[in-house]
Structures are given as structure tokens and as C-alpha cells.
């Protein structure tokens, strides 16, 4: 039961350009999501974040949205670069005490061509 | 600040054998969390632990697997009799405290995982 989806595996987009990954939730206990990028070779490291409260979290060139009503929240990456080439993975966990626990879907590979 | 270790980075065993995996957490982190991602998946939760205290092993298969994090020393990862569908990254992640609030700064911190290859 795939409680975070990321339906695109891959995307490709053109350097300066905005990259647009996107993620789907089925839980609604979720209140708090994050987004991971991974090199090959490494641990995942942690991007950005966004509690249910918000529907728009900023830091520099990468926005978060959040769309609680259709469960579904989307990373922007503007301008796109080629050091941006990695895979993300969207990422949840729910309040209370197993707040530590979380959900990842399967994650989405992005190429930046230059 | 050294992030988080985990060691070996590849580790390969025949079918019966044992593997230990370890994690040493970032430095003033008493959180640790292993997760495993399977070929073409995402990472997938196994325990919880904190020094001396499985808090959480839901995560985990009943059997041949076992986790510690000892008062002294890294978090280890045992899993006895290995087979092939064990093969996978296994990731470790560490983080302050228990998780509240939205500062990035209580969010988990990842190594650099452990390949697992069972042949």
C-alpha cells in the first residue's frame, strides 16, 4: 500500500528552466512533509519541508506547495542547474507519538541538461 | 562536524551468513533510525532506536533481524541467516532529539547507507 506516490520516475529539463516534481499522499494523518535529493552513492539529504498548516514554503531557488484538499504537494526548482541532477524523494510522517516514522515514495529521477 | 558513518559501504555475503551493519550517528545525536530501500523503491522504516532503547522495531521482520545502539559505540544492524531478498541499501539516520516542530535542524540526517549483496 503505497501511502506516498510519486508517479513520474524521471523528468528531464533543460538548464534555467523550472524543474516541477510532484507527489501524492493517500494518509491523511500526514501533517508534515519534506522533500530528500539523493546522489548516486549517498544518503538522501534533506531539501526542504512544509507543515500542513502552510501551503507554500520557500528557500532560495526551491518552493514547496501544498495542496492539503487533493493531497498532493509539488517541489519547484527555479532556475533549474546540472548539480541539481539527482533523485528526489518526497516524504512524509504524521503527528503524535510515531511522529519520528517516515513515508517515502519511490522518488523521481532528475536530469538537468545543460 | 563529521555527518553520519555507517560502515562497511559494501558488504557482500553468501546465503546463511551473517551480516552486521553499523552506524555511528552525528555528533550530539542520541536519535537513530534505520531504513532500507529495496532495488526500485523507496526507503522503507525498520526501528527506532535511542541509546539503549529500541523504541520503535514495527519496521523491522520478526526474524534473523535484530538492532541495537549500546551506551557505548555505534548502532548496529545484525541480520542472521541472510538471503537473497535481503539484498538492499540499508540507511542510517540520525537526528537530536525526538522530532518537533518545523526547524530543518530536528530533521533526520542521513549516511551514506550500506549496499547488501547476498549471493
Known amino acids: 500500500d503505497q501511502q506516498v506516490k510519486q508517479n513520474s520516475p524521471s523528468l528531464s529539463v533543460q538548464e534555467g528552466r523550472i524543474s516541477i516534481l510532484n507527489c501524492d499522499y493517500t494518509?491523511?494523518?500526514?501533517?508534515?512533509f519534506l522533500w530528500y535529493k539523493k546522489y548516486p552513492a549517498e544518503g538522501p539529504t534533506f531539501l526542504i519541508s512544509?507543515?500542513?498548516?502552510?501551503d507554500k514554503n520557500e528557500d532560495g531557488r526551491f518552493t514547496v506547495f501544498l495542496n492539503k484538499s487533493a493531497k498532493h504537494l509539488s517541489l519547484h526548482i527555479v532556475p533549474s542547474q546540472p548539480g541539481d541532477s539527482a533523485v528526489y524523494f518526497c516524504a512524509a510522517r504524521g503527528s503524535g507519538g510515531s511522529n519520528y516514522k517516515l513515508t517515502f515514495g519511490k522518488g523521481t529521477l532528475l536530469t538537468v541538461n545543460p | 562536524n563529521a555527518g553520519v558513518m555507517q560502515n562497511p559501504r559494501h558488504l557482500v555475503r553468501r546465503r546463511g551468513q551473517e551480516a552486521r551493519l553499523r552506524c555511528s550517528p552525528m555528533?550530539?545525536?542520541?536519535?537513530v533510525y534505520w531504513y532500507r530501500q529495496l532495488p526500485e523503491e523507496g526507503l522503507k522504516f525498520m526501528v527506532y532506536l535511542q541509546k539503549e532503547n529500541i523504541i520503535d522495531e514495527s519496521g523491522m521482520p520478526k526474524e534473523r533481524f535484530s538492532a541495537e545502539f549500546p551506551k557505548e559505540g555505534p548502532s548496529i544492524l545484525r541480520i542472521q541467516q541472510v538471503v537473497r531478498g535481503d539484498s538492499a541499501a540499508y540507511f542510517c539516520?540520525?537526528?537530536?532529539?525526538?522530532?518537533?516542530?518545523?526547524?530543518?535542524?530536528?530533521?533526520?540526517?542521513f549516511g551514506p547507507g550500506t549496499r547488501l549483496t547476498v549471493l
Open positions: 512544509i507543515s500542513s498548516i502552510k
Open positions: 555528533k550530539g545525536h542520541s536519535h
Open positions: 539516520a540520525s537526528s537530536p532529539r525526538s522530532l518537533q516542530g518545523e526547524s530543518s535542524y530536528n530533521e533526520q540526517f
Open positions: 494518509n491523511s494523518m500526514f501533517d508534515y
